[in-house]
């Protein structure tokens, strides 16, 4: 028996390996070890993040994670505990998990790291301390690309001695010419600023505190909709193959943009996909095609699972995998959720301008912000608006068109040459109701 050689070639592993993540999403990534690192070191569930009170553990000191980015290097400083040897040695720089590896909460399938320093730069720099110990890193891509074995040269050194000053820094040099090319055109910081605004809501100011270039990043969490006995949100959840989902759809408060409507999904509390109205939540096909009289809509799902790998995310962590088994039931029930919705915000503009609407829209403006904590201790059911009750009318208007002479003689006749035409009608509809209509 002879065998071929079916060697991977590191040239072409590593030009592969980077081609679909953006520069934005590798920050990200970065940002995503830091946080696992924490949540790791203080055992933190993500279900307590998501669902449990507000605020932050007194007893527990926040981390901080500090970016610097510029056309020169990209950097990325913590204190989130840092990395033990023994992980850094077996694991942290493999291709891919091993199975008795301590898997994080944010980091499914152990590439986020390594793809994010190939992807920005050539030259690596890292140092990481847990309180008793650490280890430094330093190579170059180039040259680690023409060796044959993949081992990286790791130093030990020693550790922070602290809990607090515990923690990692990256440092990638050499920039490749289009990283340093975006960075140089402008944008890139604040994109980053922007997307972990968004993707982080339930971890920032919870466990720590995010800088991007020294501005820090300020949680934007999804805003749903709801208004006391006229507009319940719907709720559903359910688990399946070691994945806990809660689903949450209404109307969102405050004035929308087109580009904010949609259903949001989150792996592991991380937003994954944001704000979508395309096929991969069912719009176009199980729902109409998405129109601006739905920007208003809102949706949240939520996938959390103590196996990150059981998570419908792909690698970049910015899309799902549509043939996740619990993604695909997830997208059934979502799809349920919405149709009232949307025929509820449909109602807004009837067919017909004699119907009215003014209901419709007034509950739209008056729903107010709650939490999708709030929303999830709720009981599971579906949406529902309870329409206001018009009030009685207790008058009307009478109009009517008299002559100019028939005015002036009912002046004359009351002696009050100063009446209005207005005052006019209110004697006369008076007197006849006295006069005429007593015995009713």
């Not at 050539?122 to 990481?128: G, Y």
């Not at 095609?289 to 208003?296: C, E, L, M, R």
């Not at 059911?381 to 009685?392: D, H, I, P, V, Y």
Request: glycine letters at 8%; one cysteine or more.
């Amino acid at each position: 028996m002879r065998y071929a050689s079916a060697e991977v070639r590191k040239q072409f592993f590593i030009e592969m390996f980077t081609r679909d993540i953006s520069l934005e999403d590798c920050v990200l990534d970065l940002i995503d070890n830091s946080l696992d690192s924490y949540l790791l070191k203080h055992q933190i569930s993500i279900s307590k993040l998501i669902f449990g009170p507000n605020g932050t553990d007194p007893s527990r000191q926040l981390g901080t994670i500090d970016v610097t980015c510029s056309d020169r290097q990209v950097k990325v400083v913590d204190t989130c505990g840092g990395i033990e040897r023994k992980r850094a040695m077996e694991d942290v720089f493999c291709f891919g998990h091993a199975e008795d590896d301590q898997i994080g909460k944010l980091g499914a399938y152990g590439v986020g790291m390594k793809r994010a320093l190939f992807k920005i730069g050539n030259k690596f720099d890292i140092v990481s301390q847990t309180a008793n110990e650490g280890f430094e890193v330093s190579f170059k891509l180039d040259e680690w690309a023409e060796k044959k074995e993949w081992k990286i040269p790791i130093t030990f050194i020693e550790g922070a001695a602290s809990e607090r000053k515990a923690g990692t820094s990256i440092t990638i040099t050499e920039l490749h010419e289009e990283v340093s090319l975006r960075i140089k055109q402008g944008g890139v910081p604040n994109n980053i600023l922007d997307d972990a605004a968004t993707t982080y809501p339930f971890f920032l100011d919870r466990c720590v505190r995010l800088q991007i270039n020294g501005n820090r990043v300020a949680p934007r969490p999804v805003q749903l909709g709801e208004s006391e006995g006229t507009v319940r949100p719907a709720h559903e959840s359910f688990q399946q193959d070691g994945v806990k989902v809660t689903l949450a759809a209404s109307v969102a408060p405050g004035q929308r943009t087109t580009e904010q409507a949609g259903w949001n999904v989150l792996c592991n509390g991380r937003a994954v996909v944001s704000a979508d109205k395309t096929r991969l939540t069912g719009w176009g096909v199980e729902l109409p095609a998405f129109h601006t009289k739905y920007t208003s809509f809102v949706g949240l799902a939520s996938f959390e699972s103590d196996d990150p790998l059981s998570l419908p995310w792909t690698t970049t962590k910015r899309n799902i995998n549509q043939e996740s088994s619990v993604f695909i039931r997830a997208k059934g029930i979502m799809a349920a959720m919405s149709k009232p919705i949307l025929t509820f915000l449909n109602s807004q503009y009837p067919s017909d301008p004699r119907v009215e609407a003014g209901n419709i829209r007034n509950a739209v403006e008056g729903v107010r912000g709650v939490s999708f904590r709030d929303i999830a201790s709720q009981p599971i059911g579906g949406f529902l608006f309870t329409a206001s009750r018009k009030k009685e009318k207790k008058t009307d208007w009478v109009r009517f068109q008299a002559s100019i002479v028939s005015l002036d003689k009912v002046r004359r006749h009351l002696r009050r040459p100063s009446l209005s035409p207005s005052d006019i009608g209110k004697l006369t509809f008076a007197h006849y109701v006295k006069t005429e209509c007593a015995a009713d």
